[in-house]
């Protein structure tokens, strides 16, 4: 099982912090190592707890969350009540992978944490990228869901170069490749149709089967 990604938590404001954890927590992808609440608090947070997501403010009493976000080395998400231009322009120069405007529902936190963990899995690893893997990369993080230039085959071939020689959920392949649970589903289910995969139940704990796929010898 994939280990959740670590979170760090930068909010001046001890309430909204909490309130920000417990959206993070919430998420089975993720965990948070740290809420802290000044940038000095932060820098020493980054060493010890080596996070691979920070959750940051902009405006701290201690400095600016944006040039702590673009020193910082790490993906970032910026939530703020700064909505002019030029904040929001600096924030994306600086390499955000998001930018929330406060106050905002608990779905867009959640939306982009899984828009984040889907883009992020797709461009795991050492192995080369072709242009559909970044271009989706990106139109993932961006919310735009699949680029309209990936056709049904190339999808296909990469569900089945995500199941390998093992076998594996919709859901796990869905995040191994950066596409959604459904999507997934549907491809699985276009493939096993054919007779290219073969589908395989398994019981858990609470007696309702699993849908298990693994690629046909």
């Not at 994939?2 to 309130?19: A, K, N, S, Y």
């Not at 080596?50 to 403010?57: C, G, M, Q, S, T």
């Not at 400095?63 to 993906?75: H, Y």
Request: charged content about 25%; aromatic content about 4%; glycine content about 8%.
């Amino acid at each position: 099982m994939t280990e959740p990604l670590r979170v760090l938590i930068l909010d001046d404001d001890f309430r909204v912090g909490q309130l920000h954890r417990a959206i993070v927590d919430d998420h089975s992808g993720f965990t948070v190592v740290d809420t802290v609440r000044s940038c000095v608090e932060a820098r020493d947070s980054l060493r010890s707890s080596r996070p691979d997501l920070l959750v940051a403010d902009v405006f701290l009493p201690d400095g600016d969350g944006i040039a702590f976000a673009r020193d910082s080395g790490v993906d970032t998400i910026l939530i703020s009540a700064a909505d002019d231009a030029q904040t929001v322009r600096r924030a994306l120069r600086s390499g955000a992978v998001g930018y929330l405007i406060k106050p905002f529902e608990t779905r867009a936190l959640t939306g982009l944490l899984d828009r984040y963990v889907r883009s992020r899995n797709l461009l795991a690893g050492d192995r080369v990228l072709g242009q559909e893997d970044i271009d989706r990369a990106l139109a993932i993080l961006h919310g735009a869901g699949e680029p309209v230039s990936l056709s049904r085959s190339a999808t296909e071939q990469l569900v089945l170069a995500a199941l390998g020689d093992g076998e594996a959920s919709a859901a796990e392949i869905g995040e191994r490749i950066g596409i959604s649970r459904a999507t997934a589903q549907r491809h699985l289910a276009a493939l096993a149709g054919r007779a290219v995969v073969e589908v395989r139940l398994r019981y858990g704990t609470t007696g309702r089967p699993e849908h298990r796929y693994a690629a046909r010898t």
